[in-house]
């Protein structure tokens, strides 16, 4: 991998990673279009996925510290249940995680059929939200936690995207817009941390890893200023409702993977 090629899927991971169009299908289609396997590429793969996260511990810095401030009073709160709420929603991802790792990985192929499906579910997804409407607005629960969380479990699949999927889930189970996009991002926060983790101790960074330091650092700072921007104008965008535009998005370039397989 040379630095340019680093450089954009760098760019593509931090900038579709909150975008409701698919980080997975994206990088599956930039490894189509430039030759690259990322599963040879392990380590850059792992620092591109930290740069996202850390783009998002540093735009909702203040509500992490302000929700572990609460739960360290070890006192029931509204910090507390909020903190149980986003562990509660890991448990389906963390099962598919533990139990169905390896046939979630060989997913990942260069399967543009199957991410171009997975773009028009996504396309959906996103119509439905703005579509299905609810006279008043109520805070996450327990059971919706649950819900939004078995539908970032599904989104594993390549193209499907975790954020689309989450919000608009908790935007059709009548949750406020703001709630929503916060949810959507703090959830994702441990278990990437973990994934990561996991990678790591199995050789991630190892010397074979495939790709040079210079191409990994050029990658997680793409993805990491890259994030900050599309994690803040996310969630703006979603205040705002304007997630017509992903929809019609997803549509298209969900419709041209689909042919480009084909033919």
Partial sequence: MDLLQAL???IVQGLTEF?????S???????????VELKENLAFSIAVHGATVLSTLVIFRKDIATILKGI??????????????ILLSMVPVAVVGLFFEDAVEELFSCNLLLVGSMLLVTALLLMLSMVIKHRKE??????????????????????????GATIATG????????EVARFSFLMVIIPILGANMLSMLKGGFSSDSGTGVPAIVVGFIAAFIVGCLACKWMITLVKKGKLIWFSIYCLA???????WSIY
């Fill in 253 to 259: 370039i969900g419709t041209v993977a689909i042919l």
């Fill in 138 to 163: 109520k805070p996450i629960g327990f059971l919706d936690a649950l819900i939004i969380g078995i539908a970032q479990a599904v989104a594993v699949l390549p193209g499907l995207s975790r954020s």
């Fill in 8 to 10: 954009i899927l760098g």
């Fill in 72 to 85: 360290f009073r070890f006192q029931w709160n509204w910090e507390t249940r909020f903190g149980l709420l």
């Fill in 25 to 35: 299908g994206h990088l599956e289609i930039g490894k189509v279009l430039l030759g």
């Fill in 171 to 178: 935007l059709m189970l009548g949750k406020s817009r703001e």
């Fill in 19 to 23: 975008l409701p169009i698919s980080s």
